[in-house]
């Protein structure tokens, strides 16, 4: 767990206090497509969708309650539940969304941890917002589901994607080591084992040529993961030119050991999560899996 850009303890007269937190605990974001795995996980959950159901997501744009939903100005035409996640298609995300409970979706999130502080028992840590709601609509439901309207921390993601690691089963989180005596660990199944393993292999193809996370590829390693861009909140609503981008992924795919979560606040230039925080994901997971001696996936 690193934060940037760090400090000297001996030395806190030329720093800001933000840099004494440990932000990947106690700082939140929306986490914009992030989040998408989730909602393709409900969907498949839900045995209305497989992950070669067609989704038509032409012309690249749709209004819900008077607001646009957009892919970036591309119309990708009618893709599949897989090319939706490895194109991270907002109209397609908000299409299926809107096809489904967002009760039943809350609650998923819920159970994966979302909306709750983890069982890491940091002194600060926050446990961001998931608002239950009485009566969802249309645009709420649709922003949803593509990581708008809920907010996360690092340590929350990373802990959430442990789901499509280990076969669909929630474990608890810990800065200690998990084989001394005195550390209690819990296990609870939140999605089915295919789920999971359908999740796993969807977001595989994120990381490959036509993916929006290749950057984050590892020669002689199987990754998968997801990028997200998020436009950053302010006082006045969200800024056009302020945002937040993020890479989550997995490896060794044929046997996951490590789940990392990269998050970088309002960074210049480019800005999109495949662009700037998937390489990053790529440098440091490569030397993770050297360290710990991991040896590479027979196919990569």
Not at 116 to 125: A, H, K, R, V
Not at 146 to 161: I, K, R
Request: aromatic share 8%; with cysteine.
């Amino acid at each position: 767990m690193v934060n940037q850009p760090s400090y000297n303890p001996n030395n806190r007269s030329s720093h800001s206090v933000k840099s004494f937190r440990n932000r990947a605990v106690t700082d939140t974001f929306e986490p914009g497509s992030t989040i998408k795995p989730f909602n393709l996980a409900y969907a498949l959950e839900s045995r209305k969708y497989t992950p070669n159901t067609k989704i038509n997501t032409s012309p690249g744009w749709m209004m819900v309650d008077g607001h646009g939903i957009r892919d970036d100005g591309f119309d990708y035409g009618e893709i599949t539940l897989t090319q939706l996640l490895q194109k991270s298609s907002n109209v397609g995300a908000a299409k299926v969304m809107l096809s489904l409970s967002p009760q039943k979706y809350w609650t998923l999130l819920h159970k994966a941890g979302f909306g709750e502080l983890t069982t890491s028992g940091f002194p600060g840590e926050s446990g961001g917002r998931l608002l239950e709601r009485q009566k969802w609509k249309p645009i709420e439901t649709a922003t949803l589901a593509f990581g708008y309207g809920l907010t996360v921390t690092p340590l929350q993601l990373a802990s959430a994607y442990m789901i499509f690691a280990t076969h669909g089963i929630k474990r608890s989180i810990t800065f200690l080591k998990s084989t001394e005596e005195n550390i209690e660990t819990t296990e609870e199944r939140v999605i089915s084992k295919k789920t999971a393993d359908q999740i796993l292999q969807m977001m595989e193809k994120v990381v490959q040529k036509h993916g929006t996370g290749k950057r984050a590829r590892i020669p002689g390693y199987r990754i998968a993961g997801k990028t997200g861009t998020a436009y950053l909140a302010g006082t006045h609503g969200y800024s056009g030119y302020h945002y937040i981008a993020s890479f989550v992924g997995i490896a060794p795919v044929s046997n996951p050991r490590l789940v990392m979560a990269v998050v970088l606040r309002d960074p210049k230039g480019q800005h999109f999560g495949g662009l700037v925080a998937a390489p990053l994901f790529a440098e440091v997971m490569k030397e993770c899996l050297r360290l710990l001696n991991i040896p590479p996936d027979s196919r990569s």
